[in-house]
């Protein structure tokens, strides 16, 4: 199983609750991977190709290495953040590497299938996908129906 396979499960197992910043949510979920994957190189706030990934992940294998690129963005309510957002992503190239996008907080519903419609091709790949796509809901959104 390939590094973001293996990321993309753990993302949504991990049960972070509602927590106050992003910064929270990353580091919350850099512990969550530390402990689940104990022989993986986790780092947070890495640099690669010009910008900044929230965490990093790369796994050793028989077959090599794989590594993922994840993304975090609490509360997704404006445009401006998700363009913002789309920005980072074709920085980090997704066409050569493999990027998890994890939504935590209040996720405005439409933003999030306009992300989707910008990156169709790379979140769905016919053999390997390169970009994921995690919604974590808040309870507020959970309980008014919302993804």
């Known amino acids: 199983m390939s590094a973001i396979e293996t990321v993309v499960k753990l993302a949504k197992d991990w049960a972070p609750g509602e927590l106050a910043t992003e910064l929270k949510y990353r580091d919350s979920l850099a512990a969550f991977l530390r402990e689940h994957l104990k022989n993986a190189k986790i780092e947070t706030e890495y640099r690669h190709c010009g910008t900044t990934t929230d965490v ?67 979140l769905l790949g016919l053999f390997e996908f390169n970009l994921a796509l995690v919604v974590k809901q808040s309870a507020k959104s959970a309980k008014a129906g919302r993804p």
């Open 56 to 122: 990093y992940v790369k796994e050793q294998s028989f077959f090599g290495s794989s590594e993922v690129f994840i993304e975090i963005k609490r509360n997704l309510q404006h445009q401006a953040a998700l363009d913002r957002l789309v920005g980072q992503i074709q920085g980090l190239q997704p066409k050569n590497n493999k990027i998890i996008v994890l939504l935590c907080g209040e996720t405005n519903p439409a933003l999030v299938t306009r992300f989707q419609e910008v990156f169709a091709s790379e």
